[in-house]
């Protein structure tokens, strides 16, 4: 049975950093192409970063050069690096994964990310 297990989110300062993490359990994990989402009060749920099964990169403009992507494949885990935060980077932040071949996907339950002081 599948399950993705985030961890990793919090309340943190403007200019702080955090990592959060996603670790899947009941899949192939290396094949899969993963990536996390967020989605802010009042706001549609938006792509923040992705990495495919072979480790290629994309990242939203808003988070370019701050936030940081990898995977872990012998520990079925995702991380998002997160670096010099912002307000607005305040969400809820999802772990999403795909299996290419046939376009299954499923998500996290969500943990959520607040930039405060």
């Known amino acids: 049975q599948l399950q993705l297990v985030e961890s990793g989110g919090g309340l943190v300062q403007p200019g702080g950093s955090l990592r959060l993490s996603c670790a899947a359990s009941g899949i192939f994990f290396s094949i899969y192409n993963l990536g996390w989402y967020r989605q802010a009060p009042g706001k549609q749920r938006e792509l923040v970063a992705a990495?495919?099964?072979?480790?290629?990169?994309n990242y939203a403009d808003s988070v370019k050069g701050r936030f940081t992507i990898s995977r872990d494949n012998a520990k079925n885990t995702v991380y998002l690096q997160m670096n010099s935060l912002k307000p607005e980077d305040t969400a809820v932040y999802y772990c999403h994964v795909e299996r290419p071949t046939t376009r299954a996907n499923y998500w996290g339950q969500g943990t959520q990310v607040t930039v405060s002081s």
């Open positions: 990495i495919t099964s072979g480790a290629l990169t």
